[in-house]
């Protein structure tokens, strides 16, 4: 029977998820890769496991996680069946809807009928009651606001999600999501938004609205898909994301530019006394409106080296200079 380990909590750093009771673990584990039908269950649970022991107490889902769709999901579910469930309560987990999942007209995007269907599915795959938090995945251009808000609003008070949240929203939609949330008496505990090196967006408003609105913030593919790791320095090894046919990372993607930079940045971090992947992983966690770093990982190696990051030496203004210049 599994025994977590009793000093995970000595393990971790948590941050508040903005103005709310909340608090995420400095690192995340996400399900997107790894833990679908076409992968060893026993290594994704042997994953969650070693996630739990270091502390990490927030797993991140979406409906459609796998392959094929809802295969992440069974596979939570397996792991909480054979070794979590007696933890539950010291687990955040999260599922969200937005993208596609099934066919026809309601199996996407935005309206009510999608996300309070797609949420009890969650659910039966979990094997759980409610969900901690329940995102809305991505804007719909054509579901007026006010519908999928309100959805998320009867999804809180049924019970089946303790928080809601939202993700890949723009920093202006955001405010007006939080604004129709909060007209309604809900707060919008957290926004997920992609942020890497590689990848600088937030930086353009989103995290000013963030902190004025009191959301929390925890950032996807903090390592570009693990491009910003040594793991590309000398071609693209097989087994890795990039070579498999299911990963979401292209072998075009694998770039010569990127590759060059990466191994000037993995230069740096290496002087740092540090890998690669935890400086990346530091270096989105040096604002303090980001809560949480949601990674993934395909091997519990992965997840051991990412939990150094919250012992990381804070970055001077030289160093960031630096990295700006290399990225630039
Ligand atoms: N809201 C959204 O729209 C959205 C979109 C995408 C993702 N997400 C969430 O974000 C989570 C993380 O996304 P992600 O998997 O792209 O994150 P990531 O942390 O940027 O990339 C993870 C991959 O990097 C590689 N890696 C990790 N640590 C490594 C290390 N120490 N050394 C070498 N390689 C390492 C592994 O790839 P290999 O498999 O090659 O070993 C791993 O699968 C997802 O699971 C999901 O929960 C949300």
Redesign the pocket.
Known sequence: MYQPDEHRYDRMKFNRCGRSGIQLPAI????????GGVDTIENGRIMLRRAFDLGITHF???NN?GPPYGSAEQTMGYAMQHDLFPYRDELIISS?A??DMWPGPYGNWGSRKYLVASLDQSLKRMGIDYVDIF?H??PDPDTPLEETMGALRDILRSGKALYVGI??YPPDLTAQAEQILNSMGTHCLIH???Y?MFERWVEDGLLDVLRDKGIGCIV????????????YLEGI?E??????PT???KRDQVTKEKVTKVRRLNEMAMARGE????MALAWVLRHKEVTS???????V???D??VKATKSAAFSSEELKKIDDILA
């Open positions: 995340s584990l996400g399900l997107w890769h790894n833990f991140d889902l979406a996680y969200k937005g993208y995102y995945h991505r993700s890949n997920q938004p992609k890497s996807f593919s903090p390592l570009a898909q693990g491009l910003l790791t040594d793991k090894p087994g890795s994301r990039a070579a498999k990963g979401f990372l890998s690669l992947a935890q770093a949601l990674i993934g990982a395909s091997r190696e992965q997840i080296d990412a």
